[in-house]
């Protein structure tokens, strides 16, 4: 079955000081990679994925996330953290069953602290 | 920005009471889901929905629960006798055409149960 572990709770940053957020993944055949973050009171907001192609996606706000296939990672980064990139972070993958429209199946979040 | 909007933000509702949840997709979009956020707790896959069926649905999804797309614009959730455990913030999320699309999440709606 496909899975994603995130395995900090929490993960807390200077303003600009460099973050990650980590993310591993479990899946069979090729995965399908997602970062969404949530703000306060609000949905998921979609940040940027990993389908095929360069290991290193870019997404919104500065974020960028590296696939490493060898360690079944796909870890979120951002090279200068702002105070208003504090929220909770969810890694997806999507369940890739054969026909369907595919789930999400998404881990269980870290939230992002950072300080001024 | 086109965005994927639901309503209400908030419900409360006694047990054993039905609710409808409703969603408006983006317009052009043709896969609908529904996704739940017990508090604390990962969000997790109810329904998806195309060409007027579901797709796939998981084990939460049991009979208690239904989905519609009544006029081609709504998609809703129908929870017909909600127990406390269906506290939670359900969201709505909806993709174009094909298996790689990405899925748009609206603000959700919280349901509280009493």
């Known amino acids: 079955a496909q899975s994603v572990a995130q395995p900090e709770d929490q993960v807390n940053v200077a303003e600009g000081n460099p973050l990650t957020v980590k993310c591993t993944y479990s899946?069979?055949?090729?995965?399908?990679l997602f970062w969404y973050v949530q703000y306060p009171n609000r949905g998921l907001q979609f940040l940027l994925k990993?389908?095929?192609?360069?290991?290193l996606v870019k997404g919104s706000y500065g974020f960028e996330a590296e696939f490493n296939k060898s360690q079944t990672s796909f870890h979120l980064k951002k090279p200068s953290a702002l105070v208003s990139d504090s929220a909770l972070y969810f890694c997806?993958?999507?369940?890739?069953?054969?026909?369907?429209?595919?789930?999400?199946?998404f881990g269980a979040g870290t939230r992002l602290a950072v300080h001024p | 920005e086109p965005e994927v909007t639901q309503t209400p933000s908030h419900q409360v509702t006694q047990m054993g009471q039905e609710v409808i949840l409703r969603c408006v997709p983006i317009s052009n979009h043709l896969y609908f889901y529904w996704y739940r956020q017990i508090l604390g707790q990962k969000v997790e896959f109810l329904v998806s929905?195309?060409?007027?069926?579901?797709?796939?649905k998981s084990e939460i999804f049991d009979d208690q629960f239904s989905v519609e797309r009544p006029d081609g614009s709504n998609f809703t959730l129908k929870i017909r006798s909600t127990k406390l455990e269906d506290s939670a913030m359900y969201f709505c999320?909806?993709?174009?055409?094909?298996?790689?699309?990405?899925?748009?999440f609206g603000p959700g709606t919280r349901l509280l149960v009493l």
């Open positions: 899946v069979s055949g090729n995965p399908y």
């Open positions: 990993y389908i095929t192609g360069d290991n």
């Open positions: 929905f195309y060409n007027n069926e579901i797709s796939e």
């Open positions: 999320a909806s993709s174009g055409k094909g298996a790689l699309e990405t899925q748009y």
């Open positions: 997806a993958v999507r369940d890739r069953v054969s026909g369907g429209y595919n789930k999400l199946i």
